[in-house]
């Protein structure tokens, strides 16, 4: 029951407190995912089943198993224009965590992630810049990954800072811890306010996608996000008021 009112009171803060961009006014839709669903059974996936993916013009996000051409969670940038795509997902039904991958590449190329849960609730999105111009329905995909990363909704700030290896904060209100081998990496919010913790990195070295996780759950919460052998190369904790960036540090260097 604790879990279920956790999950409840997350996705009332994230439809109502944090909607992702925009004014206010302008709160984006929440993803149907509902702790009925979760609970409900869905065919198991095979190594030969397509991914499943959801489309805008100029980005292409897809789930698919480890045997299909799009393994894990993937973006690709689909137009040669001025904007980038992202893909945009929740893991295991918890709406208090929301994760982003930004595709900084070249029309074509495909950035992504393999760490995904067993339920896996996404869309694509366009950016200009930094800010969200169009995004797309949301969709929901059950039982793709062989292995799936564990729902982690009962780490505090401190539970992460023991775990981890690296942390770094912004004004006291939200951290950055992450781990070196088998890669993770929290966000966390340590703050009694009404902003939003963020984790913005880059691993691998790699400066042509970006990972954000978007704490949405409050004070005394942290999201999680694995990135398997990929290490952090670049990381900042930053606090946002929806879209605006209220607080955050230069990026460091790992």
């Keep these: 029951m604790a879990l279920r009112r956790i999950v409840i009171a997350a996705a009332v803060m994230a439809a109502t407190a944090f909607s992702a961009d925009g004014a206010a006014a302008e709160v984006a839709p929440q993803p149907a995912v509902q702790t009925a669903a979760v609970t409900t059974a869905a065919p198991a996936t095979t190594a030969d089943d397509e991914p499943v993916c959801a489309r805008l013009k100029g980005a292409e996000a897809c789930v698919g198993p480890d045997g299909s051409d799009r393994p894990g969670i993937t973006i690709e940038d689909t137009s040669d224009d001025h904007l980038h795509p992202a893909v945009e997902y929740y893991l295991n039904g918890y709406l208090g965590t929301k994760y982003v991958i930004h595709n900084l590449g070249r029309a074509n190329e495909v950035r992504g992630s393999r760490e995904i849960g067993k339920v896996v ?20 995909v059950q039982n793709v990954a062989k292995y799936p990363v564990k729902r982690d909704t009962s780490t505090t700030p401190a539970t992460a800072r023991a775990r981890s290896k690296v942390c770094t904060n912004t004004k006291g209100a939200a951290s950055v811890c992450f ?62 008021d929806q879209n605006h960036r209220q607080a955050t540090r230069l990026y460091k260097y790992h």
């Design 121 to 140: 609730t996404f869309r694509a999105t366009l950016y200009r810049g930094g800010k969200r111009v169009k995004y797309g329905r949301w969709k929901t």
């Design 179 to 240: 781990g070196e081998r088998k890669t993770f990496v929290y966000a966390c919010d340590t703050g009694a306010d009404k902003f939003q913790a963020r984790a913005e990195y880059f691993v691998g070295g790699d400066p042509t996608t970006r990972y954000e996780i978007h704490q949405l759950a409050g004070v005394g919460t942290c999201g999680k996000a694995e990135h398997g052998d990929l290490s952090i190369s670049m990381y900042r904790a930053s606090l946002y």
